[in-house]
């Protein structure tokens, strides 16, 4: 529930910064799928410990997965090109690597914290644009992200590690 509060903060300080695309990536997007996520995550453990049971997607998933993430990213970018978004490129890649994460969250996929890496380093190229623009207020936000990267890609390492133990115990318990 703390990324609800996180949620909630960084919508109001992105439309003040006119990063419109950050705006309304958390407020349609991540706080509904963090909502979501606590709960179905939650739901989802292994019996022999607190762990996440992660879903492998399909060849057929992945293919739909790539052609959904293509037409968004254009639909987006025009989206955000009319509401006249400050450094347009980069939030309609932010929105698209949240998209990403976001999905693979919802499908429980261990996937999620490599998306989040990488939209983590979109956004501390973005807050580093307002940084240098308009000064030092900024640097909480480019130290928030460069922290939220670190512990992304720890993620995703110990993610790795889990994933192969899950497989190991299947494959192991079907024999």
């Known amino acids: 529930m703390f990324n609800v509060v996180y949620d909630i903060l960084y919508i109001i300080l992105s439309y003040t910064q006119n990063y419109f695309g950050e705006a309304i990536i958390y407020l349609i997007m991540t706080l509904p799928i963090d909502i979501y996520s606590t709960f179905a995550w939650r739901k989802n453990k292994t019996k022999s410990s607190n762990v996440i049971k992660f879903n492998k997607l399909s060849k057929k998933e992945w293919i739909m997965f790539w052609l959904g993430t293509f037409c968004l990213t254009i639909v987006f970018y025009f989206l955000l090109r009319a509401l006249n978004t400050s450094e ?42 307002s940084l240098i623009k308009f000064g030092t207020s900024y640097l909480p936000m480019v130290i928030n992200f460069c922290c939220s990267f670190i512990i992304d890609m720890y993620g995703f390492i110990n993610l790795q590690r889990e994933l192969k133990l899950q497989t190991s115990q299947s494959i192991s318990a079907s024999l």
């Open 88 to 129: 347009l490129l980069i939030s309609t890649i932010s929105f698209v690597t949240s998209a990403m994460a976001g999905y693979f969250l919802i499908r429980r996929s261990n996937f999620y914290s490599l998306a989040y890496s990488l939209n983590d380093f979109i956004l501390i190229m973005l807050w580093t644009m």
